[in-house]
Protein backbone atom coordinates (compact mmCIF):
# COMPACT_ATOMS: atom_id res chain seq x y z
CA UNK A 1 0.00 0.00 0.00
CA UNK A 2 2.69 2.29 0.41
CA UNK A 3 3.15 2.37 -2.84
CA UNK A 4 -0.08 3.39 -3.60
CA UNK A 5 -1.00 5.81 -1.35
CA UNK A 6 1.47 8.12 0.80
CA UNK A 7 0.76 8.11 4.95
CA UNK A 8 -0.60 11.69 4.59
CA UNK A 9 -3.28 11.17 2.43
CA UNK A 10 -4.16 7.96 3.94
CA UNK A 11 -4.32 9.86 7.06
CA UNK A 12 -6.32 12.63 4.82
CA UNK A 13 -8.93 9.83 3.59
CA UNK A 14 -9.29 8.09 7.12
CA UNK A 15 -10.05 10.95 8.89
CA UNK A 16 -12.41 12.42 6.35
CA UNK A 17 -14.24 9.18 6.04
CA UNK A 18 -14.42 9.32 9.73
CA UNK A 19 -15.96 12.74 10.14
CA UNK A 20 -18.62 12.68 7.19
CA UNK A 21 -19.34 9.05 9.06
CA UNK A 22 -19.62 10.12 12.35
CA UNK A 23 -22.02 13.57 11.11
CA UNK A 24 -24.32 11.01 8.61
CA UNK A 25 -24.63 8.43 11.29
CA UNK A 26 -25.68 11.51 14.16
CA UNK A 27 -28.28 12.07 11.85
CA UNK A 28 -29.69 8.83 11.04
CA UNK A 29 -29.52 7.57 14.27
CA UNK A 30 -31.35 10.93 15.87
CA UNK A 31 -34.20 10.35 12.99
CA UNK A 32 -34.30 6.94 13.26
CA UNK A 33 -35.05 7.33 17.24
CA UNK A 34 -37.54 9.98 16.91
CA UNK A 35 -39.33 7.32 14.18
CA UNK A 36 -39.56 4.32 16.51
CA UNK A 37 -39.83 6.27 20.06
CA UNK A 38 -43.77 5.96 19.82
CA UNK A 39 -43.55 2.42 19.30
CA UNK A 40 -41.22 1.69 22.67
CA UNK A 41 -38.62 0.23 20.24
CA UNK A 42 -34.94 1.28 20.68
CA UNK A 43 -32.81 1.31 17.17
CA UNK A 44 -30.71 -2.12 18.11
CA UNK A 45 -34.67 -3.07 19.07
CA UNK A 46 -35.91 -1.90 15.70
CA UNK A 47 -33.15 -3.36 13.31
CA UNK A 48 -33.54 -6.94 15.06
CA UNK A 49 -36.88 -6.79 14.17
CA UNK A 50 -36.04 -5.66 10.22
CA UNK A 51 -33.49 -8.19 10.10
CA UNK A 52 -35.63 -11.04 11.21
CA UNK A 53 -38.61 -10.03 8.81
CA UNK A 54 -35.84 -9.86 5.84
CA UNK A 55 -34.45 -13.23 6.72
CA UNK A 56 -37.54 -15.14 7.99
CA UNK A 57 -35.95 -16.63 10.46
CA UNK A 58 -32.33 -15.97 11.45
CA UNK A 59 -29.71 -17.20 14.03
CA UNK A 60 -27.93 -14.68 16.40
CA UNK A 61 -24.77 -14.63 14.76
CA UNK A 62 -26.56 -13.90 11.50
CA UNK A 63 -28.11 -10.49 13.13
CA UNK A 64 -24.90 -9.94 15.13
CA UNK A 65 -23.41 -9.97 11.63
CA UNK A 66 -26.38 -7.75 9.48
CA UNK A 67 -26.91 -5.75 11.92
CA UNK A 68 -23.20 -4.93 12.88
CA UNK A 69 -23.82 -4.96 16.53
CA UNK A 70 -21.92 -7.55 18.62
CA UNK A 71 -22.96 -10.48 19.68
CA UNK A 72 -24.38 -10.13 22.77
CA UNK A 73 -25.72 -7.26 22.11
CA UNK A 74 -28.01 -8.58 19.44
CA UNK A 75 -28.77 -11.41 21.75
CA UNK A 76 -29.37 -9.44 25.01
CA UNK A 77 -31.97 -6.96 22.67
CA UNK A 78 -33.15 -10.38 21.26
CA UNK A 79 -34.51 -11.65 24.55
CA UNK A 80 -35.94 -8.11 25.59
CA UNK A 81 -38.08 -8.30 22.34
CA UNK A 82 -39.18 -11.90 22.97
CA UNK A 83 -40.33 -11.11 26.89
CA UNK A 84 -42.29 -8.00 25.34
CA UNK A 85 -43.95 -11.21 22.65
CA UNK A 86 -42.53 -10.07 19.45
CA UNK A 87 -40.02 -12.50 19.08
CA UNK A 88 -39.87 -16.31 19.67
CA UNK A 89 -36.38 -18.59 20.36
CA UNK A 90 -36.32 -22.10 18.90
CA UNK A 91 -33.62 -24.70 17.75
CA UNK A 92 -33.95 -26.60 14.48
CA UNK A 93 -34.02 -30.30 14.12
CA UNK A 94 -31.20 -30.40 11.90
CA UNK A 95 -29.43 -27.38 14.03
CA UNK A 96 -29.48 -28.06 17.60
CA UNK A 97 -26.36 -26.00 17.87
CA UNK A 98 -27.51 -22.42 16.80
CA UNK A 99 -30.73 -20.50 18.00
CA UNK A 100 -33.16 -19.21 15.40
CA UNK A 101 -35.45 -16.13 15.96
CA UNK A 102 -38.36 -15.98 14.02
CA UNK A 103 -41.12 -12.65 14.45
CA UNK A 104 -44.45 -13.70 16.23
CA UNK A 105 -47.41 -12.04 14.47
CA UNK A 106 -47.32 -9.12 17.28
CA UNK A 107 -43.75 -8.41 16.25
CA UNK A 108 -44.94 -8.48 12.43
CA UNK A 109 -47.64 -6.08 13.32
CA UNK A 110 -45.00 -3.72 14.88
CA UNK A 111 -42.51 -3.73 12.57
CA UNK A 112 -44.91 -3.09 9.86
CA UNK A 113 -47.07 -0.30 11.83
CA UNK A 114 -43.63 1.36 12.18
CA UNK A 115 -42.98 0.99 8.29
CA UNK A 116 -45.94 2.62 7.57
CA UNK A 117 -45.63 5.39 10.22
CA UNK A 118 -42.37 6.40 8.49
CA UNK A 119 -42.34 10.25 7.62
CA UNK A 120 -40.36 10.66 4.94
CA UNK A 121 -40.28 14.47 6.08
CA UNK A 122 -38.94 13.72 9.01
CA UNK A 123 -35.75 12.61 7.84
CA UNK A 124 -33.09 14.54 7.59
CA UNK A 125 -31.02 12.88 5.61
CA UNK A 126 -33.56 12.47 2.93
CA UNK A 127 -34.21 16.05 3.00
CA UNK A 128 -30.77 16.46 2.75
CA UNK A 129 -30.43 15.07 -0.57
CA UNK A 130 -33.66 16.68 -2.19
CA UNK A 131 -31.58 19.42 -3.84
CA UNK A 132 -29.53 16.61 -5.78
CA UNK A 133 -32.57 14.77 -6.35
CA UNK A 134 -33.99 18.31 -8.33
CA UNK A 135 -30.90 18.27 -9.55
CA UNK A 136 -30.16 14.95 -10.81
CA UNK A 137 -33.71 13.56 -11.18
CA UNK A 138 -33.18 10.77 -8.57
CA UNK A 139 -31.71 9.97 -5.07
CA UNK A 140 -28.05 9.74 -5.52
CA UNK A 141 -26.90 6.10 -5.93
CA UNK A 142 -24.36 3.98 -3.50
CA UNK A 143 -22.07 2.75 -5.95
CA UNK A 144 -18.73 4.12 -4.36
CA UNK A 145 -20.26 3.47 -0.93
CA UNK A 146 -21.20 -0.15 -1.78
CA UNK A 147 -18.32 -1.03 -2.99
CA UNK A 148 -16.20 -0.30 0.02
CA UNK A 149 -18.94 -2.24 2.36
CA UNK A 150 -18.29 -5.09 -0.04
CA UNK A 151 -14.87 -5.07 0.71
CA UNK A 152 -14.92 -4.65 4.39
CA UNK A 153 -17.51 -7.66 5.14
CA UNK A 154 -17.94 -9.32 2.25
CA UNK A 155 -20.92 -10.48 -0.73
CA UNK A 156 -22.87 -12.38 1.99
CA UNK A 157 -23.56 -9.15 3.50
CA UNK A 158 -24.32 -7.40 0.20
CA UNK A 159 -26.51 -9.76 -0.60
CA UNK A 160 -28.77 -9.64 2.66
CA UNK A 161 -28.39 -5.89 1.97
CA UNK A 162 -29.62 -6.79 -1.40
CA UNK A 163 -32.79 -9.27 -0.27
CA UNK A 164 -33.92 -6.82 2.04
CA UNK A 165 -34.32 -4.14 -0.72
CA UNK A 166 -36.06 -6.29 -3.16
CA UNK A 167 -38.19 -7.62 0.08
CA UNK A 168 -39.27 -3.05 0.77
CA UNK A 169 -40.03 -2.83 -2.54
CA UNK A 170 -42.01 -5.71 -2.84
CA UNK A 171 -43.79 -5.51 0.34
CA UNK A 172 -47.20 -5.24 0.15
CA UNK A 173 -47.91 -4.16 3.77
CA UNK A 174 -46.14 -0.90 3.72
CA UNK A 175 -48.43 1.76 2.78
CA UNK A 176 -49.33 5.23 3.11
CA UNK A 177 -52.62 3.76 5.57
CA UNK A 178 -53.02 5.07 8.93
CA UNK A 179 -51.55 2.94 11.88
CA UNK A 180 -51.97 1.89 15.26
CA UNK A 181 -49.67 4.88 16.22
CA UNK A 182 -52.07 6.65 18.84
CA UNK A 183 -52.22 3.07 20.47
CA UNK A 184 -48.99 3.21 21.08
CA UNK A 185 -48.64 6.23 22.02
CA UNK A 186 -51.51 5.75 25.03
CA UNK A 187 -49.07 2.82 25.79
CA UNK A 188 -45.98 4.98 26.41
CA UNK A 189 -48.18 6.93 28.44
CA UNK A 190 -49.37 4.59 30.50
CA UNK A 191 -46.00 2.90 31.32
Excluded: C
Excluded at 21 to 45: G, R, T, V, Y
Excluded at 166 to 183: F, G, L, P, Y
Amino acid sequence: MKDKISKQDAIFYSHKMAQLSKALWKAIEKDWQEWIKPFKLNINEHHILWIAYHLRGATISEISRYGVMHVSTAFNFSKKLEERGLLQFSKRENDKRNTYIELTSKGTDLLEDTLNEYDPNNNSVLRGVLPMTEMYGKLPEFQDLSALIKEIYGDEYMEILERSLENIEDDDNISDKTTRIEAYKEQSKSS
